[in-house]
């Protein structure tokens, strides 16, 4: 009996049923070719990325400063100075035709006044003429020897002398230069000292005129008498920079002890009397403020549109501060002077004193004013700024072209105490117009969107971003355009905005890290098929 429990039979039994099982298994499978799989992609597009500052806004980097000891406050500061060397506006009036007469005599030592109030120790001329006329009324010919002992020549400092022969019953003319001439005295005097010597047979009855034309000085040492340079009219542009903003902006205060009216003279060393000064400063618009000031400079006088300030003698450059209690200073300033100008009549040595001057020497009025930007701005500052923008990467272009819907976005996000009503236009590199961006987004009759002003606290500082977000959806037709951008113009209105502000405050003050951004994307979403 076998060992095995199965007999043969069975065993082909099984094998028989095995095959047919995987004969059936084999047949019934068919392969198919695999499917590809599909799937959504996001993809992020950067258009632009802007921030400004007060120093682009403003764009006055010549006339704008820091103030690090008040938390980066930023401040304006302008300059105008008016300045006038004297040439020949030093002009004395001179002698009329003058007739002097004396008995017969063969000489004559006299005194002739050649000004009746300014006493010269010294006077170079840069013009004039002083002129003798010799009257010989007698039947007989003289020869006049003549000596103006305090007049010089300049070629030589020889003494001026005269020599002429006057036929009888004629006239003889003797004309100086005194361009080519100088006076000279120990003591200042306003004469000059003629000694005259007549070569004749018979005593002479002296007859002659003299007279002395309008003349200017080069140099003048004496006690000259006051003198008016007449009404001076000049103008500054652009003392507080050549963009200075438009609207309606409201400074809080000036920045202590750093606004001064300054008076400054050259070599001159007489008093100066600036007179009747007429300060006028006038906006982009034409509308014009009359800076107000102490009638006459000294603490208590009354404030009046037309004021006269002193320069000592004693002094070379004197500073009269401004300030919001002597003048009305910030209503000059509010109006944001586009031009100043200057109108007075200066007055030299009221004081009648001994002193000196030239022709070269000048006078300046320096008027300085710095003003911190803490403001409230009412009628908005308009401000506007181009970005360059474009896709060069084909890969990216490409991947536009696939996709029929965009998300675009505009984020403002503001760190500026300041309101901003914002447009902004998409241009190609031609600046034709492409996209209204703003009118997109913002969907509003101006085509404007509104980045809000960073909350402002009780310093009067900004305390967080305000953040704006816009968005629509771009088709097809619109995505083309996008990738033909070259240029973004955006134009901003900034104002104050007293919503953001903490009473009991009603400025606010900018600092130089304060910062505003405006950041344009894209979101495309498309779907990849097999």
């Given at each position: 009996m076998s060992s095995f429990p199965f007999s043969k039979k069975a065993i082909a039994y099984f094998a028989s049923l095995l095959c047919l099982?995987?004969?059936?298994?084999?047949n019934g499978c068919q392969i198919n070719e695999p499917n590809l799989p599909s799937w959504n992609v996001s993809l992020n597009l950067p258009i632009s990325n802007d921030q400004y500052d007060i120093f682009d806004i403003i764009e006055r980097s010549n006339n704008i400063g820091v103030d690090s000891s008040d938390g980066n406050t930023v401040f304006i500061y302008g300059t105008s100075s008016y300045k006038r060397e004297f040439g020949e506006d030093i002009k004395f009036d001179g002698i009329t035709t003058t007739q002097v007469k004396a008995p017969s005599s063969f000489s004559l030592d006299t005194s002739l006044v050649f000004d009746d109030s300014t006493f010269v120790q010294k006077a170079d001329f840069l013009n004039g003429v002083l002129k003798f006329t010799f009257n010989n009324i007698t039947s007989q010919d003289y020869t006049v020897r003549a000596t103006i002992k305090n007049l010089f020549r300049n070629e030589n400092n020889d003494t001026v002398r005269i020599l002429e022969q006057v036929a009888a019953g004629q006239k003889r003319p003797v004309t100086l230069d005194l361009s080519q001439h100088y006076l000279k005295n120990e003591t200042s005097d306003n004469k000059l000292r003629l000694k005259i010597i007549f070569e004749s047979v018979q005593p002479v009855l002296v007859d002659f005129t003299y007279e002395l034309s309008e003349y200017s000085i080069k140099t003048l040492v004496g006690r000259m008498r006051p003198l008016s340079t007449d009404r001076n009219y000049d103008e500054v542009l652009d003392p507080f920079g050549s963009d200075v903003p438009e609207g309606a902006v409201n400074f809080a205060t000036i920045t202590p002890n750093t606004n001064f009216l300054i008076l400054k003279r050259f070599s001159s060393n007489y008093q100066v009397d600036f007179s009747d000064i007429s300060l006028v400063g006038e906006n982009k618009s034409?509308?014009?403020?009359?800076?107000?000031?102490?009638?006459?400079?000294?603490?208590?006088?009354?404030?009046?549109?037309v004021f006269s300030l002193t320069l000592p003698q004693s002094n070379e450059t004197l500073a009269f501060p401004i300030n919001q209690d002597n003048s009305n200073i910030l209503e000059f300033l509010n109006n944001i002077p586009k031009k100043i100008v200057l109108?007075?009549?200066?007055?030299?040595?009221?004081?009648?004193?001994?002193?000196?001057?030239?022709?070269?020497?000048?006078?300046?009025?320096?008027?300085?004013?710095?003003?911190?930007?803490?403001?409230?701005i009412t009628e908005p500052i308009v401000f506007s700024d181009t970005s360059d923008v474009g896709i060069d990467d084909q890969d990216l272009r490409d991947e536009l072209d696939k996709s029929s819907r965009m998300k675009f976005n505009l984020l403002g996000s503001n760190g500026l105490p300041l309101k901003g009503i914002v447009k902004a236009n998409l241009l190609d590199s031609s600046y034709n117009l492409l996209l209204p961006l703003t009118f997109l987004?913002?969907?509003?009759?101006?085509?404007?969107?509104?980045?809000?002003?960073?909350?402002?606290?009780?310093?009067?500082?900004?305390?967080?971003?305000k953040e704006s977000l816009y968005t629509t959806e771009l088709d097809s037709s619109q995505i083309q355009k996008i990738k033909k951008m070259g240029k973004i113009i955006f134009e901003y209105r900034l104002y104050t905005d007293p919503d953001q502000i903490l009473p009991p405050r009603t400025t606010v003050k900018v600092r130089s890290s304060d910062v505003s951004k405006a950041i344009v994307f894209g979101n495309l979403n498309y779907r990849i098929e097999p």
């Open positions: 099982t995987c004969f059936i298994i084999i034409g509308n014009r403020v009359r800076l107000k000031y102490l009638k006459y400079g000294n603490p208590g006088d009354p404030l009046d549109s109108e007075r009549t200066d007055y030299l040595n009221l004081s009648y004193e001994e002193g000196h001057l030239g022709y070269t020497d000048s006078l300046t009025i320096k008027f300085d004013i710095q003003v911190p930007l803490d403001v409230s987004v913002g969907n509003t009759p101006d085509s404007s969107v509104t980045v809000g002003a960073a909350l402002v606290g009780p310093e009067g500082f900004t305390i967080n971003p």
